[in-house]
């Protein structure tokens, strides 16, 4: 494997640092059961408002269902598909729009469910994986094939696998691979007080 640690302005956390949402799958490795568990797992005990846990996550591992992993591979965007089929597992990750426990709207849900998502990211990383969460999906073409009942929200797919070595990924990808990651200043999302206020230290 090789890395891509975040640059950040002050030391971070190492985990936090080290995952990226890379392109280049081994498709050759399947993704240990033991290792999966772990991931679903760290996803149940994420953060939620009430406690609700509003997410549902669809696990399509090709070594253990080929037809469902096909399925969600269907579901991408063409762009995602050219890579995401070295990917040995995707899973689609699906919020509820409603509390269980009083049927009320739950403006929190896709907020929780993305908190759920990253939990199993970072604890993929932890364990030696890659992981790439997707925007670029049919939502619709989604709830048809997976019967995603109604007052549930397709939100992110997530290709879930083991990095190829770095003389392994193909030259297509290598500028994007391998290109230093990059992100705004601070400043321009992160506020003191009001909206738009800089760290009066800086």
């Given at each position: 494997m090789f890395e891509k640690k975040a640059q950040s302005t002050v030391p971070i956390n190492d985990l936090l640092a080290r995952r990226w949402s890379g392109v280049s799958y081994d498709p050759g490795r399947p993704v240990e059961a033991e290792k999966l568990t772990s991931c679903i797992e760290?996803?149940?005990?994420?953060?939620?408002?009430?406690?609700?846990?509003?997410?549902?996550?669809?696990?399509?591992?090709?070594?253990?269902d080929e037809?469902?992993?096909?399925?969600?591979?269907?579901?991408?965007?063409?762009?995602?598909?050219?890579?995401?089929?070295?990917?040995?597992?995707?899973?689609?990750?699906?919020?509820?729009e409603h509390f269980a426990h009083n049927g009320e709207p739950?403006?929190?849900a896709q907020y929780d469910t993305g908190s759920a998502g990253i939990s199993l990211c970072l604890q993929a990383t932890d364990l030696g994986l890659m992981a790439h969460q997707m925007g670029g999906f049919d939502a619709h073409q989604s709830r048809q094939?997976?019967?995603?009942?109604?007052?549930?929200?397709?939100?992110?797919?997530?290709?879930?696998?083991?990095?190829?070595?770095r003389e392994d990924v193909p030259e297509e990808r290598r500028e994007r691979e391998f290109a230093p990651r990059r992100r705004n200043p601070g400043a321009e999302h992160f506020f003191f007080g009001k909206w738009g206020a800089?760290?009066?230290n800086d």
């Open positions: 760290a996803a149940r005990w994420s953060m939620s408002c009430y406690g609700a846990q509003p997410w549902n996550f669809i696990i399509c591992d090709r070594s253990r037809a469902a992993w096909n399925t969600a591979l269907e579901c991408l965007a063409e762009g995602n598909i050219a890579w995401a089929q070295n990917a040995p597992v995707l899973i689609l990750a699906v919020a509820a739950n403006r929190w094939v997976f019967g995603i009942p109604e007052g549930h929200t397709p939100m992110a797919m997530i290709a879930i696998g083991y990095q190829t070595a800089g760290d009066n």
